[in-house]
């Protein structure tokens, strides 16, 4: 039985939970929270802001319900759906990140978390990928290093740099820059995480090493413009780093590519007769309000017929289940988010779900695969776009 506590609550408040105290309890929160579409949960965010009020939260010694109530903690993943429904606007991430900083601090996390961590202090990016192998992924002739001359400093994602499936991603976005006549350069190996996830996730400390190594190397090496795979680094640096941004040019890759194609510098001739269907992730949509120019880069391939998951997209797209730190935690069947959303993308009569994000990328390939039913091919929007330009 949890009982309120002062400490607790002033505690959450302090590391930045005060937008809990605007809540009204009116549950608008709950009806585009994705969690309430999954049959298997019952995730009650409405409640999340009383029980930080009272503090009556992490308050108990029963060790069961300590294990349920973590889980619970570690459910949100920080789509922000909930904020864009509330009338007083109560950022619920940034009431669970404080709830989550008290967790970490306490060691009171879930066990795949506590991995993740720990690569993080012992290599700087969340999959425990060795520094001088951060660009194995471009083979030879490689990728050119970033000098202060060239137009855009490319960050590339961790997932996309370690993980097999992703690396595919970046292999396509160096074909297409090249194509266009780029002027562009990667940071390096020397390059860490942007700390976007694991800060949400409640590892505040983690972040701040992670933010002081990026902002040295982003300062050392002036660049100028960034561009970023990853929606949740370019949504990272645009909130989590503000005095690093300040007069600095950010921009997602789809958003470069959008421009290259308007411009007349990339032009798709190869036909895709395929039905593809966008799913926004949530850092881009929501987050970022980049709805148009994945689409219009998936429109200009020969074709394509770009299609819509009805009711869930662009604004009111649900999550992948990846955000938050949910790419590292293990979920059960029957409670997972890609599950949900590859039904969703499947039921279009779609043959290729198009992602514009690693950790999306991730989550979809492996609900494809572990899904008996479902025959859905998964593409990065940079991986359409380099299949459709001439050798
Ligand atoms: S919608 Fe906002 S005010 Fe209403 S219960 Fe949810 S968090 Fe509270
Ligand atoms: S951020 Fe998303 S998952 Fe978290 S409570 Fe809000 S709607 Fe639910």
Same mark, same amino acid.
């Given at each position: 039985m949890l009982t309120p506590d002062s400490e607790i609550r002033d505690l959450i408040l302090e590391y930045g939970g005060e937008e809990a105290l605007k809540c009204y309890q009116c549950g608008m929160c709950m009806s585009l929270c994705p969690w309430?579409?999954?049959?298997?949960?019952?995730?009650?965010?409405?409640?999340?802001?009383?029980?930080v009020k009272l503090g009556a939260i992490l308050n108990t010694e029963d060790k069961e319900e300590v294990a349920a109530e973590v889980a619970e903690m570690y459910r949100c993943v920080g789509c922000e759906a909930c904020l864009a429904q509330c009338p007083r606007g109560v950022d619920i991430p940034a009431v669970l990140r404080a709830v989550r900083r008290i967790l970490v601090e306490n060691q009171s996390i879930p066990g795949p978390l506590k991995t993740t961590i720990s690569h993080f202090h012992s290599t700087g990016n969340p999959?425990?990928?060795a520094e001088e192998k951060r660009l194995d992924w471009a083979g030879e002739p490689g990728v050119p290093a970033f000098e202060p001359a060239m137009e855009f400093a490319w960050f590339t994602c961790c997932t996309s740099d370690y993980d097999p499936r992703c690396q595919s991603i970046n292999r396509a976005t160096l074909k297409v820059l090249d194509r266009a006549g780029v002027s562009f350069g990667v940071l390096g190996t020397g390059q860490s995480c942007c700390g976007e996830a694991i800060r949400k996730a409640g590892a505040e400390q983690v972040f701040n090493q992670l933010a002081e190594a990026n902002t040295k190397l982003i300062n050392s090496k002036g660049a100028?413009?960034?561009?970023?795979?990853?929606?949740? /680094?370019?949504? !990272?640096?645009?909130?989590?780093?503000p005095e690093l941004v300040q007069g600095r040019e950010l921009i997602h890759e789809t958003q470069l590519f959008a421009r290259l194609i308007?411009?007349?510098?990339?032009?798709?001739?190869?036909?895709l007769n395929k039905k593809v269907v966008y799913h926004d992730p949530c850092t881009l949509g929501r987050q970022s309000g980049v709805y148009d120019e994945p689409r219009a880069v998936l429109q200009s391939i020969p074709g394509l017929e770009l299609v819509e998951i009805e009711n869930f997209n662009?604004?009111?797209?649900? /999550?992948?289940? !990846?955000?938050g730190g949910g790419l590292w935690l293990d979920w059960p069947k029957g409670e997972r988010l890609s599950d949900l959303r590859v039904r969703q993308a499947a039921e279009t009569g779609a043959d290729i779900l198009a992602v514009a994000c690693p950790y999306c990328m991730a989550m979809f390939e492996d609900s494809v695969k572990t899904s008996y039913e479902i025959e859905l091919e998964v593409k990065d929007v940079a991986e359409?776009?380099?299949d459709s330009l001439e050798d």
């Open positions: 309430y579409q999954i049959e298997d949960v019952n995730f009650l965010v409405y409640r999340l802001p009383q029980a999959l425990g990928g100028r413009s960034l561009l970023f795979t990853s929606p949740h /680094c370019f949504n !990272g640096y645009r909130r989590d780093y308007d411009q007349g510098r990339l032009k798709p001739t190869k036909a662009r604004d009111q797209s649900v /999550c992948c289940g !990846g955000g359409l776009l380099a």
